[in-house]
């Protein structure tokens, strides 16, 4: 029975991932739905209320997902905008934390703490939903690489808010040293940790041969929790050390790289469908109703107002412009990691911890499905949407072509393309280069310095490995 539930709850999650594509809302809605549809309130199916069960499985989940978004992370593009997302997430999550937290107060009317811990939980953005939502869309690089790098970089802050205010809660006040040390040794060791672990794999991997492609993967999932692990039990930011530990791997040439980065590809949308499906089964939907209306007006004035105002603050003098900023303003989705946190209070024992995270659960359901389904739109209307991009070459990886230290790009090109119109003859491919073939109109043409490149054309070209950047730049062009 077991086996059936979870057979048919993957299926079912591969189907709502492209249903939500049709109908333009995030696929994460579409999961929490289920598990809420699964759940014991409405179906009651499969009764689930064990907070310290939704929690692991949860971390487990978000470890993939970080790891996953962290490899699709080009470092050329984040060190651009370094500056505002890094902001955006340490001040930006404590103004908005702040700032919901007032509201939260006022519409709630309960103790202040119990008001700070609320907006503590749900004042960052997430990084599955950003890198789901954000991902697939055509955002102009800075503002997605923004987005991402603050989705990756602010659970430490929130982590540290939200254990923060348990603390207060349950213990009383901690010092405002012992604050600030625990803040900056979360950090710390986050960052140290995942560049150690990335220069450990960039020494060992050039020395390790697996006979079998597979192994590689599964090395590196390895690597990650294992890092995640460590630098957790130091009680540094695993999140964050997974994250960069990514961002490293990216940047080094890792044996069968196309073959590592669509396996993490599947198990980051595995990740999310599990998680998302067992955060709606930890949820009863009976008993949202009487916290429906005050979480309304929460969500609405975190989204209206804190996430606005704290997003101006922390760009002021970074050169974005009125139409940038919108769309970084209302682009803070709320996903996994609010809904995570939301399971603190319930297993640390704090009083009123069951509304707290269902009021934390319907604010995140707000802003997935209002501000996620959205993003896109807002984005088209302010001209903030890339048109016409070249597709991204894709390296076709044969066992002969990993012993030769090579590689076989296929580069599609399109209007916007560098090389479209020039004669092969031009592209002035490095030594070593060559275009083995061209496909087009169904048919393969055989390459000749006077073949003209059309728009449409799939060129297929050998190069050494250390050429393959070069290549792609002078075929596409810089993206």
């Given at each position: 029975?077991?086996?059936?539930?979870?057979?048919?709850?993957?299926?079912?999650?591969?189907?709502?991932?492209?249903?939500?594509?049709?109908?333009?809302?995030?696929?994460?809605?579409?999961?929490?739905?289920?598990?809420?549809?699964?759940?014991?309130?409405?179906?009651?199916?499969?009764?689930?209320?064990?907070?310290?069960?939704?929690?692991?499985?949860?971390?487990?989940?978000?470890?993939?997902i970080l790891f996953q978004g962290g490899l699709e992370t080009e470092w050329k593009h984040v060190r651009k905008v370094i500056v505002p997302s890094s902001i955006l997430a340490t001040a930006g999550v404590l103004l908005t934390s702040g700032l919901t937290a007032l509201i939260a107060w006022w519409v709630l009317d309960i103790?202040?703490?119990?008001?700070?811990?609320?907006?503590?939980?749900?004042?960052?953005?997430?990084?599955?939903?950003?890198?789901?939502?954000?991902?697939?869309?055509?955002?102009?690089?800075?503002?997605?690489?923004?987005?991402?790098?603050?989705?990756?970089?602010?659970?430490?802050?929130?982590?540290?808010?939200?254990?923060?205010?348990?603390?207060?809660?349950?213990?009383?006040?901690?010092?405002?040293?012992?604050?600030?040390?625990?803040?900056?040794?979360?950090?710390?060791?986050?960052?140290?940790?995942?560049?150690?672990?990335?220069?450990?794999?960039?020494?060992?991997?050039?020395?390790?041969?697996?006979?079998?492609?597979?192994?590689?993967?599964?090395?590196?999932?390895?690597?990650?929790?294992?890092?995640?692990?460590?630098?957790?039990?130091?009680?540094?930011?695993?999140?964050?050390?997974?994250?960069?530990?990514?961002?490293?791997?990216?940047?080094?040439?890792?044996?069968?790289?196309?073959?590592?980065?669509?396996?993490?590809?599947?198990?980051?949308?595995?990740?999310?469908?599990?998680?998302?499906?067992?955060?709606?089964?930890?949820?009863?939907?009976?008993?949202?109703?009487?916290?429906?209306?005050?979480?309304?007006?929460?969500a609405a004035g975190q989204i209206l107002v804190a996430r606005p105002l704290a997003v101006w603050l922390c760009t002021l003098g970074q050169r974005f412009t009125l139409r940038e900023f919108v769309v970084l303003a209302w682009s803070g989705l709320r996903g996994a990691v609010p809904v995570i946190l939301g399971t603190y209070?319930?297993?640390?024992?704090?009083?009123?911890?069951?509304?707290?995270?269902?009021?934390?659960?319907?604010?995140?359901?707000?802003?997935?499905?209002?501000?996620?389904?959205?993003?896109?739109?807002?984005?088209?209307?302010?001209?903030?949407?890339?048109?016409?991009?070249?597709?991204?070459?894709?390296?076709?990886?044969?066992?002969?072509?990993?012993?030769?230290?090579?590689?076989?790009?296929?580069?599609?090109?399109?209007?916007?393309?560098?090389?479209?119109?020039?004669?092969?003859?031009?592209?002035?491919?490095?030594?070593?280069?060559?275009?083995?073939?061209?496909?087009?109109?169904?048919?393969?043409?055989?390459?000749?310095?006077?073949?003209?490149?059309?728009?449409?054309?799939?060129?297929?070209?050998?190069?050494?490995?250390?050429?393959?950047a070069r290549v792609e730049e002078l075929i596409v062009g810089e993206t």
């Open positions: 029975m077991v086996a059936l539930i979870l057979g048919v709850a993957l299926v079912i999650g591969v189907v709502a991932s492209q249903l939500a594509d049709r109908i333009g809302v995030p696929a994460l809605v579409l999961f929490i739905g289920a598990g809420m549809i699964l759940g014991s309130d409405i179906s009651g199916w499969i009764y689930f209320d064990n907070a310290e069960a939704a929690q692991l499985i949860g971390t487990i989940a978000l470890v993939e103790h202040w703490t119990m008001a700070l811990l609320i907006g503590a939980i749900v004042g960052s953005t997430d990084a599955a939903a950003t890198f789901a939502v954000i991902g697939t869309s055509d955002l102009r690089p800075r503002l997605k690489y923004t987005l991402e790098a603050e989705s990756g970089l602010n659970d430490p802050m929130a982590i540290f808010l939200t254990t923060i205010m348990i603390q207060w809660i349950t213990q009383g006040p901690p010092t405002t040293l012992g604050a600030l040390g625990f803040l900056v040794w979360q950090m710390g060791l986050g960052v140290v940790g995942g560049l150690a672990a990335g220069w450990l794999m960039k020494k060992l991997l050039p020395r390790i041969r697996f006979q079998a492609a597979g192994l590689y993967p599964i090395l590196l999932t390895g690597v990650a929790f294992t890092v995640f692990a460590l630098v957790s039990l130091a009680n540094g930011s695993g999140y964050l050390a997974v994250y960069i530990l990514g961002i490293y791997l990216a940047t080094l040439e890792i044996p069968y790289r196309q073959s590592v980065f669509r396996f993490h590809d599947g198990m980051a949308w595995l990740a999310q469908i599990v998680m998302f499906t067992v955060l709606g089964l930890l949820v009863f939907p009976s008993q949202m109703g009487p916290i429906a209306v005050p979480a309304l007006a929460i209070p319930m297993v640390a024992g704090v009083p009123d911890s069951n509304m707290i995270f269902h009021v934390v659960f319907f604010v995140v359901l707000v802003s997935a499905t209002l501000q996620g389904s959205t993003i896109s739109w807002l984005a088209d209307k302010l001209g903030q949407l890339l048109r016409g991009e070249p597709p991204r070459p894709v390296r076709l990886e044969l066992m002969t072509m990993e012993r030769l230290n090579a590689d076989m790009l296929e580069v599609e090109l399109n209007e916007s393309s560098r090389a479209t119109g020039m004669r092969l003859a031009e592209l002035a491919l490095p030594e070593l280069c060559t275009v083995s073939a061209i496909y087009r109109d169904g048919r393969v043409v055989a390459p000749r310095g006077h073949t003209k490149l059309l728009a449409g054309d799939v060129l297929f070209v050998l190069a050494p490995k250390d050429h393959s």
